[in-house]
């Protein structure tokens, strides 16, 4: 499943049958068999329409169809299931999911709150609730540097002034010039957080290259599309590339990556690590409105899970900071549901307490 949406991720019907399977409470989506898997990928296809047409109780009555007859089924990794009976999470105290929300800051230090509903028209910046888009045409002869700041439980959408786009996720900052200067690298600076890039080739900028700076570490492209992880509480920097090719300069180390290879800038040791990524989908999925963990502990996911939401957390058996858990959830879920499908594995509880989540 995670091979199709890796080549199709903005398939619509698909997403919708991902969404539906969740709320029939299905948080991992697994295969016994490539079989199994093309059956329901045609099943898919030869129903597209019919999909569309179907209002949401039909469509439900669908992917229940779907997961009997084609083994859809919970995995979930060092979590057995047991007969004894599970307290789940209240779902009706529900924190909510993040929105489309964001700070800009201007190059007077004006800041302008982006917002669902905002529609903002200035020289060379057009705003349109869930997006900003910059014009090279309309923008001021003088260079000027504008900040965008996601909060926590935001993302945010922007395209600069060469045409390319840029996804940030929650607790992010993007500095970078309102128009590129001709003949110059086109160079913006990840100051925290995460980001999907999809770069304007150099062929369109005559062969202007782009580039992104990220603490101790400067990435170059031609035109590409790649995911940077680095938040400021973190020991590493991931660095992703989906496809195209990238030159990473680290600490006066030059690495080149390939599509579907990940660097890992470790920071307390000063290391480089390469390493080979079999499903990019779960590196951007958050792009697409999912989480997707693969063998994550549960100190990984709550701190995911905490920028999305805005809340806090606390462990009180540190253990279970350390069971892994694998999904794929869907971002758009209050936090109440998504405790739920990991609370089913019997070996953790949490409680939430106005806006914070306890782990035992």
Known sequence: MTRFLDRHPKDEDFRALVRINYLIDI????????????????????????????????????????????????????????????????????????????????GDQTQVALEKGIQIKMAGISIQGDQLVYDTADAENEIQFNHLTIPRGGQFFVRLSDGTNVWLNSDSQLKYPVRFTPGETRAVELLYGEAYFEVSPAIEHDGDRFSVITGSQQIDVLGTAFN??????????????????????????????????QLVYHRDEQRISIQKIDKPFDVIAWKEGYFSFKQKSMKEIMETLSRWYDMDYLFKNPEKEKKRFSGVLDRESNMGKILKYIEMTNEIKFTIYENTVTIE
């Open 27 to 106: 948080n991992m989506i697994d295969f016994n068999t490539e079989k199994e898997k093309k059956a329901v990928f045609k099943k898919i296809k030869n129903n597209r329409r019919e999909i569309r047409k179907r209002n949401f109780f039909s469509v439900l009555k669908y992917a229940a169809v779907l997961i009997v007859g084609f083994g859809l089924i919970y995995w979930f990794q060092n979590f057995p299931f047991t007969n004894q009976k599970v307290k789940m999470v209240d779902t009706e105290r529900q924190i909510q999911p993040g929105t489309n929300k964001a700070v800009l800051t201007l």
């Open 228 to 261: 940077i992880k680095a938040y400021k509480n973190e020991k590493e920097i991931t660095s992703t590339l989906v496809e195209g090719k990238i030159r990473l300069l680290i600490d006066e180390k030059t690495k080149t990556l390939k599509p579907s290879e």
